[in-house]
């Protein structure tokens, strides 16, 4: 059964490596460059404030100078049909770049694009051309580069193509060009962090730039913590900002959530960043968290996100913090393992639980009327559960657990999520003689 949660939506969740809407390009294609007619391309984060993966989140704000609307499709990447994008000088594409795109010009360096630089970064190829160029340019192209996209760098940010030519510069600039672009971030970092195209430029950023400069952007999210994390591009820059940022830094975001940290763990990218909370952040900082998870478990273990976070603290949590969790599911793994969220928790609890606390997990199934274990064997989730104590019960604990099905195997069959669990028992049984301890009744 699955244990981990892919809610990521436009992304990719536990690792957050993005994927690009099908009609443009992936600036991680690059290679030598060699230029060939435009073809259709794919494309595609402690001081505490407030607190489905589904798509029901309203678009984010107009950004300053913006219509708030998505960016037009074009002919040259999104197919037959689409307007291409004009220059914003003179109202037609520079000579230059249509001769470039047209596959007019074999040979072509920085140099020469002189004066068309932000024309180049706003289209498809060009904007690869540039990224590609300034891995390995001299200071002085790179210097011209960056003097000429620096006026247009909020509408860069912002734009499909061109927000890659920026995040290049983060990631190659030199620290004064770093400095530079982190001044034109200022009063933006909370609206960008919310837009499609910004808040990948802001999370490059974060893991680009030193901490001093980390300081200066994060700390611009401060009082925007919990809408962040609640949009679907927001939680990302907030992710990243517990991954990459010192902790002390980080007060701002747990604090955020005091009392809020039961409406965090059931949302779908609230549990993503209570994870990399209790990943990253210190241990005075995760107790503070960890306290209302715990008041809130039993919930949260039946919960469509919730059931995460408490398989997270089963998984990096202190034995202390383990057994408490474990607490809550004692007496209860029966009916839980039945529980289409719950029997993930069990599982996990199974695992990480310490050789007493899962002897007495095994145990209530051992003890459990001959119905239950029935029951839960025939489940589609609780046998899952069952296969879990198999593999890793103690000897005796497993040899109780066959003698007690052996009997019902030929019904079991007949079962669909049964037979994983026949199959199992069959194979831990195969080479034992009739009289053998692990198929006898007289071994109990």
Same mark, same amino acid.
């Given at each position: 059964?699955?244990?981990?949660?892919?809610? &990521?939506?436009?992304?990719?969740?536990?690792?957050?490596? @993005?994927?690009?809407?099908?009609?443009?390009?992936?600036?991680?294609?690059?290679?030598?460059?060699?230029?060939?007619?435009?073809?259709?391309?794919?494309?595609?984060?402690?001081?505490?404030?407030?607190?489905?993966?589904?798509?029901?989140?309203?678009?984010?704000?107009?950004?300053?100078?913006?219509?708030?609307?998505?960016?037009? +499709? #074009?002919?040259?990447?999104?197919?037959?049909?689409?307007?291409?994008?004009?220059?914003?000088?003179?109202?037609?594409?520079?000579?230059?770049?249509?001769? /470039? +795109?047209?596959?007019?010009?074999?040979?072509?360096? &920085?140099?020469?694009?002189?004066?068309? %630089?932000?024309?180049?970064?706003?289209?498809?190829?060009?904007?690869?051309?540039?990224?590609?160029?300034?891995?390995?340019?001299?200071?002085?192209?790179?210097?011209?580069?960056?003097?000429?996209?620096?006026?247009?760098?909020?509408?860069?940010?912002?734009?499909? @193509?061109?927000?890659? *030519?920026?995040?290049?510069? /983060?990631?190659?600039?030199?620290?004064?060009?770093?400095?530079?672009?982190?001044? $034109?971030?200022?009063?933006? *970092?909370?609206?960008?962090?919310?837009?499609?195209?910004?808040?990948?430029?802001?999370?490059?950023?974060?893991?680009?730039?030193?901490?001093?400069?980390?300081? !200066?952007?994060?700390? !611009?999210?401060?009082? /925007?913590?919990?809408?962040?994390?609640?949009?679907?591009?927001?939680?990302? *820059?907030?992710?990243?900002?517990?991954?990459?940022?010192?902790?002390?830094?980080?007060?701002?975001?747990?604090?955020? /959530?005091?009392?809020?940290?039961?409406?965090?763990?059931?949302?779908?990218?609230?549990?993503?960043?209570?994870?990399?909370?209790?990943?990253?952040?210190?241990?005075?900082?995760?107790? &503070?968290?960890?306290?209302?998870?715990?008041?809130?478990?039993?919930?949260?273990?039946?919960?469509?996100?919730?059931?995460?976070?408490?398989?997270?603290?089963?998984?990096?949590?202190?034995?202390?913090?383990?057994?408490?969790?474990?607490? %809550?599911? #004692?007496?209860?793994?029966?009916?839980?393992?039945?529980?289409? @969220?719950?029997?993930?928790?069990?599982?996990?609890?199974?695992?990480?639980?310490?050789?007493?606390?899962?002897?007495?997990?095994?145990? !209530?199934?051992?003890?459990?009327?001959?119905?239950?274990?029935?029951?839960?064997?025939?489940?589609? @989730?609780?046998?899952?559960? %069952?296969?879990?104590?198999?593999?890793?019960?103690?000897?005796?604990? $497993?040899?109780?657990?066959?003698?007690?099905?052996?009997?019902?195997?030929?019904?079991?069959?007949?079962?669909?999520?049964?037979?994983?669990?026949?199959?199992?028992?069959? +194979?831990?049984?195969?080479?034992?003689?009739?009289?053998?301890?692990? &198929?006898?009744?007289?071994?109990?």
């Amino acid at each position: 059964m699955s244990t981990q949660l892919d809610i &990521l939506g436009s992304h990719n969740m536990y690792n957050n490596v @993005f994927t690009y809407p099908s009609e443009e390009y992936s600036p991680t294609s690059l290679s030598s460059f060699s230029y060939s007619p435009p073809q259709s391309l794919s494309w595609d984060i402690p001081s505490y404030s407030s607190f489905d993966l589904t798509s029901k989140h309203s678009p984010p704000p107009p950004l300053p100078g913006s219509t708030g609307s998505s960016p037009p +499709r #074009r002919a040259g990447a999104g197919g037959p049909g689409g307007q291409r994008r004009k220059s914003l000088g003179d109202g037609k594409r520079c000579q230059l770049l249509e001769d /470039f +795109r047209n596959g007019r010009v074999t040979t072509i360096d &920085l140099a020469d694009v002189q004066g068309h %630089v932000v024309d180049f970064a706003k289209d498809q190829h060009g904007s690869r051309f540039i990224q590609q160029k300034l891995e390995q340019c001299s200071d002085e192209d790179k210097d011209m580069v960056f003097s000429e996209i620096l006026p247009a760098s909020y509408s860069l940010i912002t734009d499909v @193509f061109g927000n890659y *030519v920026i995040q290049k510069f /983060f990631e190659f600039g030199t620290i004064d060009q770093k400095a530079t672009l982190v001044d $034109r971030l200022h009063g933006h *970092v909370p609206s960008l962090s919310l837009h499609t195209y910004g808040c990948r430029v802001i999370q490059k950023a974060i893991e680009s730039v030193p901490p001093y400069l980390q300081a !200066e952007i994060i700390n !611009e999210l401060d009082g /925007f913590v919990l809408k962040s994390i609640r949009d679907q591009n927001g939680n990302h *820059v907030i992710q990243k900002c517990i991954e990459c940022v010192d902790p002390p830094l980080l007060t701002f975001i747990i604090v955020s /959530f005091k009392g809020q940290v039961y409406d965090m763990a059931t949302h779908p990218y609230g549990c993503r960043v209570i994870q990399r909370i209790l990943e990253h952040c210190t241990a005075q900082q995760t107790d &503070l968290l960890l306290k209302e998870i715990h008041l809130h478990a039993d919930q949260l273990i039946a919960d469509n996100y919730g059931n995460y976070v408490v398989q997270h603290v089963l998984e990096k949590g202190r034995p202390e913090q383990k057994s408490r969790i474990i607490g %809550v599911i #004692r007496g209860r793994v029966v009916s839980l393992s039945q529980h289409k @969220f719950a029997s993930n928790v069990v599982e996990k609890c199974i695992v990480h639980a310490s050789r007493h606390e899962r002897a007495g997990l095994i145990d !209530e199934l051992c003890s459990a009327p001959e119905g239950a274990i029935l029951t839960m064997t025939k489940d589609q @989730f609780a046998n899952y559960v %069952v296969q879990k104590m198999l593999d890793i019960a103690e000897p005796s604990q $497993r040899k109780m657990l066959i003698y007690r099905l052996r009997p019902h195997l030929p019904t079991l069959r007949k079962f669909t999520y049964a037979k994983h669990i026949v199959n199992k028992i069959e +194979r831990l049984s195969k080479g034992s003689t009739s009289g053998s301890p692990l &198929l006898s009744p007289t071994y109990f």
